[in-house]
């Protein structure tokens, strides 16, 4: 899930609906990386 959303209530929401991660615009470069690695890698 890619946005501007920051709260606890929202990030709920996102994994009641399927969401597996959460970046907050703006991020780093590295951020998207590692949450990329994380669902991709064992």
């Known amino acids: 899930m890619?946005?501007?959303e920051w709260t606890?209530?929202?990030k709920m929401k996102g994994k009641e609906v399927?969401?597996?991660g959460w970046l907050v615009k703006p991020f780093k470069p590295e951020q998207l990386l590692a949450?990329?690695?994380k669902?991709?890698?064992p």
């Open 2 to 4: 890619l946005t501007t």
């Open 18 to 20: 399927g969401a597996k």
């Open 35 to 37: 949450a990329v690695a």
């Open 8 to 10: 606890d209530e929202m």
């Open 39 to 41: 669902m991709i890698l």
